[in-house]
């Protein structure tokens, strides 16, 4: 082996040893290590967002009018069509290597999705997939316990039992009436589903639906 192919195998190797030691701290830093979704889950999650995207526009109080005065008819009907402009947005907790994310932004493309990870080697990868995909969507690399939820219409978590404790509480302060959230294997504590759907997985999968302020 000659020295320019010796410095370029090193180079390499230093790399993928960099990378995995990235993936381990974070693994142990988040409490577990970023898993990809199956087929079947991003099909299942996929098919009850465009089931809640219908039931929300029906559910959300400015598609009601209530009232019999003209004025405040107007007003409502003026909300509603500013609510219809607005981007609607799912944000996916934790989106680790991007599969999830990925296959909601090119199955429900009427929505703009958002992946939050802190882990770096997931996080990139899951960048150069989607332009090498030519999915738009977004990346944030970032602290899913910071992040502020009042923006979304959807949330979306593939998480584990601890992160889940966590974002119990910070959803309940965050997150707007009306929002959905969608839970893969595990509950919201003290939380209510308005919806359990039970997948046909070797593992019996089930996902968890809430709606805040229900």
């Known amino acids: 082996m000659d020295t320019g192919s010796l410095i370029i195998s ?38 009850e967002v465009l089931r809640l995207s219908k039931v929300q526009e029906l559910d959300h109080p400015l598609f009601k009018l209530e009232t019999d005065d003209p004025a405040q008819q107007y007003s409502i009907i003026q909300q509603h069509m500013e609510y ?55 990346f944030i690399r970032g602290d899913m316990y910071q992040y502020p939820y009042e923006e979304a219409n959807i949330i979306v978590c593939y998480l584990f039992p601890g992160a889940m404790k966590q974002l119990s509480t910070i959803l309940r302060e965050r997150a707007v009436a009306y929002t959905y959230i969608i839970s893969v294997y595990f509950a919201l504590p003290d939380w209510t589903p308005e919806k359990i759907v039970q997948c046909v997985d070797i593992h019996r999968t089930k996902i968890y639906i809430y709606k805040v302020g229900a």
């Open 10 to 47: 090193t180079v390499l190797l230093v790399i993928a040893l960099l990378a995995v030691l990235s993936i381990v701290y974070y693994s142990w830093r988040n409490g577990i290590s970023p898993l990809p979704a199956s087929l079947l889950l991003r099909s299942k999650v996929a098919e």
């Open 84 to 138: 219809q402009a607005r981007q609607k947005i799912i944000v996916e907790t934790g989106s680790g290597w991007g599969t999830l994310a990925i296959f909601l932004a090119k199955h429900i493309p009427n929505y703009h999705v958002i992946g939050i990870e802190n882990s770096v080697v997931p996080f990139w990868i899951s960048k150069w997939w989607a332009k090498f995909e030519k999915v738009p969507l977004t």
